[in-house]
């Protein structure tokens, strides 16, 4: 037994280099097949014909006039050109090819490849071991702990734009969260309760404030009506505030609607100007409710506490959670990078470092910097104001552009406050990537780069927005392969029309240069091989 199970890690180990070998010699099997075949042509020349069709087929050529030839390249110019537009289309779209699409899904099964699922499912981890997810625990969509008011704020923009900030996707994630938060722990609904469930389900924001008052018409202490309205109808934060004040009244020990109301009463007092009354809040929740971490309240209590430069405490908050064992974010790795770079930044200079090396202290705030790029390399181009900031969405993807929106947004202020943090920043960040050379198949600091990032980040964030990818795309090899034949196809067909004559002249010349090597080889074979030896092997 022991043998046997000794022996079984060996297996597919040699399995791997049988099929690397045979992956390795297929290529020249192919080619020794492919000269085989030019061999036994050019030896069946005379049975076949070959010589007499040849000549057909040039006495045919000669009589076609040039327009025929501006025809040819022309619709093969304009052919090639309609599938450039249909390939850069899709490549926007959906951010690949779509000949390599259908090439890698039926063609590489057919010739026995198999498509590399490293990036999919197995990550290998800091200390090289290898942990199976799946996509839905890769891709999970979060709450922004920081996600702003709908009717003070959001609409706001919507008035002055007439763009919408939200997408559909994310306000129906919120009406999900809000039905399970406020009426997920109801096991038999009251009347009012099951308007309000209605209610968060509408996708029109009246029919929504209608079904909310309808509730308040039936139960005067319908807590969950007053959130939406302070949520949706309110116009101001501090009519927001009045009314969350009024629902706080009738949520008795409803702890979910408590929890959620006290929340954002401390970001009404901290956009009010009132934040040292927000810390307060936000600090007693967080004791008052220590087991409810999800929610992340203690990003609400470090940016508070950043607008306060209160950095100790800020460093206190991140000594217990920018633990190993907590999930991280780009709010725990950009702030901890902030404080450190912060403590160098104001006499940091990229000559005199070069010249001297950096210290301790800078190497610190070098490595903070590149573990938060690696945890989200998004965010850089926000802070360094590379890319136009958005209002961030309700929901959030970790690592991915909806989080470096959200995070920038509230926190860029913060970097600009501390004397040459985003001088330090654009100094060092573009180094992450030399060091992570392939993020989609291995990391660094975190597990590999999720693949599946850009397809959500495109459901959460607004369509005018363009969503940042990483790594970045090159165009694919079928965008300009298809943009060089009809530009050299159209090409042709205008010098065709021009000058008829001279491009017969020069295309007789490139095919008598093209098949000289060609003649060559055939001439040295009949010199070497013993001309009865042909003669035998025509009459087979």
């Known amino acids: 037994m022991a043998d046997s199970s000794g022996s079984n890690p060996q297996s597919p180990g040699f399995t791997e280099k049988l099929k690397s070998w045979l992956c390795w010699s297929w290529t ?48 093969s110019s304009l052919i090639s050109g309609l599938i450039l537009i249909f390939e850069w289309w899709y490549f926007r779209k959906y951010g690949t090819s779509f000949i390599e699409q259908v090439s890698v899904s039926h063609l590489r099964p057919l010739l026995g490849g198999v ?57 129906n994630l919120s009406a999900q969260d809000h039905q399970t938060f406020f009426l997920g722990d109801t096991q038999q609904l009251r009347p009012e309760d099951s308007v309000m469930q209605k209610a968060w389900r509408e996708r029109n924001p009246q029919a929504r404030i209608r079904a909310a008052y309808q509730a308040i018409e039936l139960n005067r202490e319908c807590a969950a009506a007053y959130v939406l309205l302070a949520e949706e109808e309110a116009t101001t934060i501090t009519e927001a505030e009045r009314l969350f004040k009024q629902a706080l009244k009738s949520a008795g020990k409803d702890t979910n609607l408590v929890v959620y109301i006290k929340r954002r009463l401390a970001m009404c007092a901290r956009k009010l100007g009132r934040i040292k009354e927000a810390v307060k809040m936000m600090r007693d929740l967080m004791k008052e409710f220590p087991l409810l971490g999800m929610l992340n309240i203690h990003e609400n209590l470090l940016e508070a506490l950043l607008e306060l430069q209160a950095y100790a405490d800020v460093q206190a908050v991140l000594a217990k959670y920018d633990d190993i064992s907590l999930p991280k974010s780009a709010t725990i790795c950009y702030t901890s990078a902030l404080l450190k770079a912060r403590a160098v930044s104001d006499k940091f200079s990229p000559e005199a470092a070069s010249r001297r090396g950096l210290s301790t202290a800078e190497m610190n705030a070098v490595e903070a910097i590149h573990r938060a790029v690696e945890f989200n390399p998004h965010v850089p181009k926000y802070l360094l104001e590379m890319k136009s900031l958005i209002l961030p969405p309700e929901h959030i993807l970790k690592r991915g552009d909806s989080e470096a929106v959200a995070y920038a947004f509230f926190h860029l202020q913060h970097w600009k406050r501390a004397e040459g943090a985003l001088n330090l920043l654009h100094c060092t960040w573009e180094g992450t990537f030399r060091i992570i050379p392939y993020p989609l198949e291995k990391g660094h600091l975190f597990y590999p780069y999720p693949g599946c990032t850009e397809t959500a980040d495109r459901e959460l964030l607004p369509s005018f927005h363009e969503v940042s990818v990483y790594p970045k795309k090159e165009l694919p090899f079928f965008i300009l392969f298809t943009a060089g034949l009809c530009s050299f196809c159209a090409m042709l067909a205008m010098l065709t029309h021009q000058f008829p004559e001279l491009m017969g002249v020069f295309v007789k010349a490139f095919f008598s240069t093209l098949f000289a090597p060609l003649g060559f080889f055939a001439d040295k074979m009949e010199s070497f091989m013993p001309s009865c030896l042909w003669h035998q092997l025509a009459n087979v």
């Open 115 to 171: 498509e590399n699922s490293s990036s999919v499912g197995l990550f290998s981890s800091v200390n090289g071991d290898t942990e199976q997810r799946s996509n839905v625990a890769e891709c999970k969509v979060w709450r922004n702990p920081l996600n702003l008011f709908r009717g003070a704020e959001y609409s706001r923009y919507t008035w002055v734009t007439g763009k919408e900030p939200l997408t559909y996707y994310d306000m």
């Open 28 to 75: 020249y099997i192919c080619a020794l097949w492919f000269a085989m075949v030019l061999t036994m042509v050019y030896v069946l020349r005379s049975p076949l014909k070959l010589q007499e069709t040849v000549n057909a087929a040039s006495v045919f050529l000669n009589t076609l006039t040039p327009k025929f030839y501006v025809a040819l390249t022309g619709t």
